[in-house]
C-alpha cells in the first residue's frame, strides 16, 4: 500500500488546498504530540487555507526523535480522524519541519530567534514545565543546571532564554509571543517565571529587552485525543487507502479560549473558531475543576475495576452515578464557572463526552503522570471547600483510591509517572501520608487536617479489603 505524501494525497478525503511551498513558520510548537495535532494545528490549518501562509508550524520535540521519524518520509502531513456516530478523515498540512531538541539544540534556537516566528506554544504536560504545587521548581535538577550555564539547555524554559538573548541581539525590533496550551493554571505567568530566572542570571539587557517585546500567555484547550495504536492505522488504510505512521484521532467537540494579550503580530484564530477574551482564568479553572478533575476520577476507579478505557469504565452505574455526584456536591459548589456557563449543563456535557464509546481513551493515559495532574485538579478545589467548612466525602474516596492506583499500577508495572522511584520506595507503606506529600500536597492546608486524612486512610483500606466495587457500593448506601 502507499505511504501517504504531498505527491500522493487520497483524492476522497478532504485535504489542504494551500501551496506548503509558500507557507512559512510563523509558529514554534514545543511538545509535537496528538493533543497538538489533533487541535491548535487544526486552526492553523484552516487559516492556512484562508490564505494566511505566514504560520506554518515548525515543531519541536524536547525529547525523542520518534514523531519526526513518523512524520518526516509522508512530508510532516498527517490523518486525523473524527470519531463519533459519523467517522471523518483530514489530510492535515500545516506542520513544516520537526526538530529533535537533544539533536539539534541550536536549530532550536535559530528558529525561535528569527523574526519571522510570532508565536512560540506548548503542549508538553504538567511534567514538562517542573512544577511542584503549582509554581516553577527553581531547584529542579534541570533548571538548575541552567541557571549555571545555558550552553546546553534541555527544558522549554532555557530554550526559550537562549533565543531570547539571540533575537535581542540580531532582532531587536522583532516581537515575540509565548503561549501555554497545557492544563495548567496560569501556564503564561509559569513560562515567564522561567524565563526570567535565567534571563536575570545570563543576561540582565535581555531580560530588560523582554519585557517590551516578549509577551506571556495563557489558554484554555480542550479536545479529547487518545494514544494512536494500530486499530487507527489500520482504519486510515480502509479509509483512505494510505498507510500512515502516526496519524491522530479526536472527538467532534474542540474548544480554544485564549489570552488576548499578544505583543506582536496576532493569528486570526478568531475567524477558524477559537475565541480571545481578557480574562482566561475562569476558563482555565472550570476544565481544570470539571472536566479534568472529573476525567482523573472516572479513570482511576475505572482502573481499579480492571477497565481499559474510560468509556468502559462510565458503563458502570457505580462509577457513573459517583463521578457525576463528585462533581455535583463537591465540585460545582466549591469552582466557579464562567458568565455564559452553567455548571450542571457543563457537568453533563463533559460526562457524555467521556461516554464517546466511538473513540477509546486509556484509563492508564488519563492516569500518566496522576502525581503532577492532581495538584491542579484536585488539590485546590479541596483547598477552597475546607476554608469555608465543607465536607468532602467524595474527594476523600477519590484520595484514597489514587493512593491505591498508584500501588496497584506500581505492582503490574503500568505506572508512568515522573515520581514513580519515590513510589516505589514506599510501594509496602499503607499510610496515606508519604503519597500524599510525593505529590506536594504538604503546600496544600487539607494535608494537616487531620479529620480529612484519617477519612482518606478509611478509605484506602477499604478498597484494599473489600474492592473498589464493593466500597463504592458501600459508599453510595
Known amino acids: 500500500m502507499i505511504r501517504l505524501s504531498a505527491s500522493n494525497l487520497p483524492e476522497n478525503i478532504r485535504h489542504y488546498h494551500y501551496d506548503r511551498n509558500a507557507m512559512t513558520t ?54 486525523l480522524v473524527t470519531l463519533s456516530d459519523v467517522t471523518e478523515c483530514r ?17 532550536v534556537i535559530d528558529i525561535i530567534a528569527a523574526p519571522t516566528t510570532k508565536l512560540v506554544s506548548s503542549t508538553i504536560t504538567e511534567k514538562g514545565y517542573g512544577l511542584a504545587s503549582g509554581r516553577v521548581d527553581v531547584t529542579h535538577p534541570a533548571l538548575k543546571s541552567e541557571f549555571a550555564c545555558l550552553q546546553a539547555p534541555t527544558t522549554i524554559y532555557g530554550f526559550l532564554a537562549r533565543a531570547i538573548i539571540q533575537r535581542f541581539k540580531t532582532s ?23 524565563v526570567e530566572h535565567l534571563l536575570r542570571k545570563h543576561n540582565s539587557d535581555a531580560l530588560l529587552w523582554s519585557q517590551d517585546h516578549i509577551g506571556f500567555i495563557s489558554s484554555m484547550v480542550d479536545r479529547v485525543s487518545p494514544a494512536t ?104 459548589p466549591h469552582a466557579a464557572v464562567p458568565a455564559g456557563y452553567v455548571g450542571a449543563a457543563y457537568i453533563e456535557d463533559v460526562i457524555k463526552r467521556f461516554q464517546n464509546s466511538h473513540l477509546p481513551y ?30 468532602l466525602p467524595y474527594f476523600e474516596f477519590c484520595l ?23 513510589f516505589k520506595e514506599i510501594i509496602n507503606t499503607n499510610d496515606i ?20 486524612i484519617k477519612a482518606v486512610n478509611r478509605y484506602a483500606q477499604k478498597i484494599r479489603e473489600n474492592g473498589i466495587k464493593q466500597t463504592i457500593i458501600d459508599f453510595e448506601c
Open 362 to 391: 486509556a484509563n492508564l493515559q488519563v492516569g500518566t503522570d496522576s502525581s503532577q495532574k492532581i495538584q491542579q485538579r484536585w488539590f485546590p478545589t479541596i483547598d477552597r471547600a475546607l476554608r469555608s467548612k465543607a465536607s
Open 229 to 332: 495504536d494500530e486499530t487507527l492505522r489500520n482504519l486510515i488504510k480502509i479509509k483512505t487507502g494510505r498507510l500512515d505512521a502516526s496519524p491522530v484521532s479526536a472527538e467532534p467537540f474542540t474548544q480554544w479560549i485564549i489570552e488576548d494579550n499578544f505583543a506582536g503580530e496576532r493569528p486570526a484564530f478568531d475567524k477558524v473558531g477559537a475565541v480571545f477574551v481578557d480574562d482566561i482564568e475562569p476558563f482555565e479553572q472550570m476544565k481544570l475543576r470539571y472536566l479534568n478533575a472529573g476525567h482523573t476520577i472516572a479513570s482511576t476507579l475505572g482502573y481499579l475495576c480492571g477497565d481499559t478505557y474510560v468509556h468502559e469504565s462510565l458503563r458502570r452505574p457505580e462509577i457513573l452515578n459517583f463521578t457525576r455526584q463528585a462533581l455535583y456536591e463537591n465540585v460545582l
Open 172 to 194: 531587536a525590533d522583532s516581537k515575540l509571543t509565548i503561549m501555554c496550551c497545557d492544563n495548567i493554571s496560569a501556564g503564561g505567568d509559569l513560562l515567564k517565571v522561567g
Open 433 to 452: 501520608a508519604p503519597y500524599l506529600k510525593i505529590a506536594n500536597a504538604d503546600k496544600f492546608i487539607f494535608y494537616n487536617q487531620t479529620v480529612f
Open 91 to 107: 489530510i492535515m498540512g500545516p506542520l513544516k519541519n520537526i526538530i529533535v531538541a537533544p539533536d539539534q539544540p541550536q536549530a
Open 26 to 79: 510563523g509558529i514554534v510548537h514545543f511538545g509535537i504530540g496528538n493533543f497538538h495535532r489533533a487541535h491548535q494545528a487544526i486552526y492553523v490549518d484552516d487559516l492556512l487555507n484562508d490564505g494566511a501562509t505566514q504560520w506554518g508550524i515548525t515543531g519541536v520535540s524536547l525529547r525523542s526523535s520518534s514523531m519526526k521519524d513518523a512524520l518526516a518520509p509522508q512530508d510532516y502531513l498527517y490523518t
Open 400 to 422: 484514597g483510591a489514587w493512593a491505591v492506583f498508584i500501588q496497584r499500577s506500581i505492582i503490574n508495572n503500568e505506572l508512568s509517572d515522573p515520581k514513580k522511584a519515590a
